[in-house]
């Protein structure tokens, strides 16, 4: 969890991994949303200590937090780091890129043409969410295009899974070796799912992709780690229930502001910042929905 101000007066995540299993460490984040008490840390990176060295993904919301994370692994093992893998455009999975700079940042080719497009906006938005957190962090691009493939590393096999729908372009990573699944933004945890770039038909098609594989342990970006697929089903219990209802408005001629006010079932209470998040989807999600709705004019 994100920490704070110490006693001297410094901002610090205070970053501390939890052993998940076999050589595999995650750094859990907040279930809230970017505040200038959290720094930005809503997400859950992680690691792996392997033969051939250390294999990170995600670098966090800032250069602040990619420097304490490469602390904290230091922490760990002295092993070298060998590649950093990003899952996806969003601010929290690659603005702490700059302490990598020294080692392959990989991510998928839609990835590292989406930062190119939208870096900067996306961190100057961050600045104005989190202020401080953010001094120094500078937009620096993934290194390496990567795809779908197998890659090892000393004993631990890694299956890079190429998707689209919660962006244009999301990289899971399965380890093999342990069965765990770092699932990147493809699957949400008793959190409310973000939809900024998403598509929900194709994501609704990731998370097949994810009832379709042999794991043991789901890694979220953003929740609970579990040892099921129960967050798949709520991820899809969500994204079901919120494309239809919005299809259903706008079929009933409700506007946007009216939709924003609609209830919402009790079965998502469980879901962190539930209303917000709802608002902010129907934002994003509205006007594809209204504008397919209308008829056609030959």
């Known amino acids: 969890m994100s920490g704070g101000a110490n006693a001297a007066g410094t901002l610090t995540y205070d970053l501390k991994p939890t052993r998940i299993a076999p050589d595999t460490y995650v750094f859990e984040g907040s279930t809230k949303h970017f505040t200038r008490a959290n720094g930005g840390n809503i997400l859950n990176s992680g690691f792996i200590v392997t033969a051939d060295g250390v ?37 929290d999975y690659w603005l702490g890129n700059q302490a990598f700079a020294d080692v ?50 000393g004993d631990h096999r890694l299956r890079l899974i190429p998707l689209s729908g919660h962006t244009a372009a999301d990289l899971m990573i399965l380890d093999e070796s342990t069965g765990v699944l770092f699932s990147g933004g493809v699957v949400f945890c008793d959190r409310t799912p973000t939809t900024p770039h998403a598509t929900v038909a194709d994501w609704l098609k990731e998370l097949d992709a994810v009832d379709a594989l042999d794991l043991r342990l789901l890694v979220p970006n953003h929740g609970h780690i579990r040892p099921d697929k129960a967050c798949v ?16 408005a706008v079929s009933s001629g409700l ?44």
């Open 104 to 153: 392959p940042v990989a991510a998928l080719p839609g990835t590292i043409a989406g930062i190119q497009e939208e870096g900067n906006g996306i961190a100057e938005n961050m600045y104005r969410l989190v202020g401080d957190w953010m001094r120094g962090t500078e937009v620096t691009l993934p290194t390496e295009p990567v795809y779908g493939s197998t890659v090892k590393f």
């Open 233 to 248: 089903a709520q991820t899809r219990d969500w994204l079901t229930w919120l494309d239809g209802t919005l299809r259903d």
């Open 255 to 298: 506007d946007m502001a009216e939709a924003l006010e609609l209830p919402i079932p009790e079965r998502f209470q469980v879901l962190d910042v539930l209303r917000e998040e709802y608002r902010r989807s129907v934002a994003h999600l509205w006007p594809k929905i209204e504008q397919a709705s209308l008829p056609r004019v030959n």
């Open 55 to 91: 294999i990170v993904i995600q670098t966090g919301p800032s250069r602040r937090y990619g420097e304490e994370m490469r602390a904290a692994i230091r922490k760990v093992t002295e092993k070298p780091i060998r590649k950093v893998f990003v899952s996806n455009l969003h601010p």
